[in-house]
Nanobody
């Protein structure tokens, strides 16, 4: 049973940085991992994903600003967010997929989710 716990959210001024962490217990190394976000009144969207071989995928709006990485020894996935914008404000969720064939944003492919952490970027 995989359990995901996010940390690192908070409030920051536009242009600032935050680092989100997701600690994963259980069978972790073979999983694809993803970060999703959901803003009020909007659908949940994929932000960054990482497969077991290290391949990554980013939504266009965060390319060059966000970086996803994993530390297998610590069973942790990190999302480094730089040059934050007010439109990045959302609840961010960590997710794990046991059926993926590569990094992807198909929500239905992710069968484990964290509780979410709020990120607020002030203009």
């Amino acid at each position: 049973q995989v359990v995901l716990v996010e940390s690192g959210g908070g409030s920051v001024q536009a242009g600032g940085s935050l680092r989100l962490s997701c600690e994963a217990s259980g069978f972790y190394r073979s999983y694809c991992m993803g970060w999703f976000r959901q803003a009020p009144g909007k659908e949940r969207e994929g932000v960054a994903a990482l497969d077991k071989d290290g391949s990554t995928k980013y939504v266009d709006s965060v390319k060059g600003r966000f970086t996803i990485s994993r530390d297998n020894a610590r069973s942790t996935v990190t999302l480094q967010m730089n040059s934050l914008k007010p439109e990045d404000t959302a609840v961010y969720y960590c997710a794990a997929s046991t059926v993926c064939t590569g990094p992807e944003f198909v929500i239905q492919a992710y069968d484990r989710w964290g509780q979410g952490t709020q990120v607020t970027v002030l203009a």
